[in-house]
Nanobody
Framework: QVQLVESGGGLVQVGGSLRLSCAAS????????MGWFRQAPGKEREFVAG????????AYADSVKGRFTISRDNGKNTVYLQMNSLKPEDTAIYYC??????????????????WGQGTHVTVSS
């Protein structure tokens, strides 16, 4: 059982940067996979980036490779999403998610057990 709270969203110009944070509390496990998803109006929730809590192994959607970086701080029970070179198509609500007892990083939202409330990211042109 884990609770997730996202923060760091906001309004940014094209080419700018934002750093999202997801603070986890409650019962956490080193085997958890942590993921960032986003959902734009009229679209399904899509995978953005993920990380294995124990190993630090990461995965990224092709659309954000080279621009976004996911990381975690074990001591703070926090996962981050550093977003650089932002584009208008990055505009969405960004959600943090967690799934336990995984050997790999799930790429679909239905595989995750726990979700945060979401934080809005708007990239203006």
């Amino acid at each position: 059982q884990v609770q997730l709270v996202e923060s760091g969203g906001g309004l940014v110009q094209v080419g700018g940067s934002l750093r999202l944070s997801c603070a986890a509390s409650g019962r956490t496990f080193s085997s958890y996979a942590m993921g960032w998803f986003r959902q734009a109006p009229g679209k399904e929730r899509e995978f953005v980036a993920g990380i294995m809590w124990n190993s630090g192994h990461t995965a990224y959607a092709d659309s954000v490779k080279g621009r976004f970086t996911i990381s975690r701080d074990n001591g703070k029970n926090t996962v981050y999403l550093q977003m650089n070179s932002l584009k208008p198509e990055d505009t969405a609500i960004y959600y943090c998610a967690a799934d336990n007892l995984r050997l790999g990083i799930p790429l679909t939202s239905d595989k995750y057990d726990y979700w945060g409330q979401g934080t809005h990211v708007t990239v203006s042109s």
